[in-house]
């Protein structure tokens, strides 16, 4: 599984970071700043709720069930 933040969506709501800080870093506006990576298997739970978080839908999850 991947993470990755569509930058023009965010909208500094900071929604993600309220949910899971380690994973969602935000810079001194509130605008996430996620580079792409991938997720570890402790991460899951805290990245799918600050998935589903974001009102603008700026975070996408890539699974790769191969």
């Not at 969506?9 to 870093?25: L, M, R």
């Not at 605008?31 to 402790?42: H, K, N, Q, S, W």
């Amino acid at each position: 599984m991947k993470i990755r933040l569509v930058r023009s969506k965010c909208a500094g709501h900071a929604q993600c970071y309220a949910v899971a800080p380690d994973v969602f870093p935000i810079d001194d506006e509130g605008y996430c700043i996620l580079e792409e990576r991938v997720v570890g298997p402790d991460e899951v739970v805290a990245v799918r709720a600050g998935v589903a978080s974001c009102p603008e839908l700026a975070l996408i999850i890539d699974d790769d069930d191969d």
